[in-house]
């Protein structure tokens, strides 16, 4: 006696993410996309090499220099000379830990605002002479020329240097650095949601809560509408 299947609900987006997640590449991880998007290890006696030798906890990995330790496979430099870059690779993020950054010998016309959002720890980095230090001199403790290469060293904090990104900043929160040159605002303990106004914790019991029933209920709803579907002549 022939029976026909009954499709499986179609379960909705949220529901699957937790299932997806650690499928997912995490950023700043030493993913392929950055490591791998220049052919060769990385330059004999260039600068991102110099540091990898230094730190006994990391360990050279295609063009990048990866941290052991507590926080494993983290990017700590990226070298990325001479690989005929014309814009900077779409990966980069993935780099947003690293110390040291070398992009020289690349035929590279222009930085783009916000390149390194993110790169709070970045202490070196080299760019073609043709490109000005990303954030602008002002971004870091000192700027210099060698040859074709422009160096800009030591990272300022931009909360420090300048009042006004303080007073941008709403009530209730706080200039933290985001990058050369960048800045964002941070909420204040115990103060959270939009201009940090609302205070107290974040109500997570009631958010998950809130997301359990609307995605219960929606996988129901979608599990009788197939089912009348399939029961359909």
């Not at 507590?70 to 870059?85: A, E, F, K, N």
Request: net charge positive; with cysteine; proline share 11%.
């Amino acid at each position: 006696m022939g029976g026909r299947l009954l499709p499986l609900p179609l379960l909705p987006p949220l529901l699957l993410l937790p299932l997806l997640l650690p499928l997912l590449p995490r950023a700043g991880g030493a993913g392929g996309t950055v490591c791998g998007c220049c052919a060769g290890p990385l330059h004999n006696g260039s600068a991102v090499a110099r540091y990898c030798a230094s730190r006994a906890d990391a360990e050279p990995r295609g063009r990048c220099c990866v941290a052991g330790g507590p926080h494993p496979g983290r990017i700590v430099g990226l070298d990325l000379s001479r690989c005929s870059l014309r814009s900077l690779p779409p990966g980069l993020p993935e780099a947003a830990a690293a110390v040291v950054v070398d992009l020289t010998e690349n035929p590279l016309t222009a930085l783009p605002n916000a390149s390194f959002l993110g790169f709070t720890r970045l202490q070196s980095l080299a760019v073609p002479l043709s490109l000005e230090c990303p954030g602008g001199s002002s971004a870091w403790e000192q700027v210099t020329t060698h040859g074709s290469s422009r160096l800009c060293q030591g990272q300022r904090n931009p909360c420090n240097s300048s009042g006004e990104l303080a007073q941008l900043c709403p009530e209730n929160a706080l200039c933290a650095p985001d990058g050369p040159g960048l800045s964002q605002c941070l909420c204040s303990s115990p103060f959270h949601g939009y201009k940090c106004l609302r205070e107290g914790a974040f109500p997570v019991l009631l958010f998950c809560g809130i997301l359990g029933a609307v995605t219960a209920a929606l996988s129901l709803l979608l599990w009788s509408t197939q089912r009348r579907k399939a029961k359909a002549p």
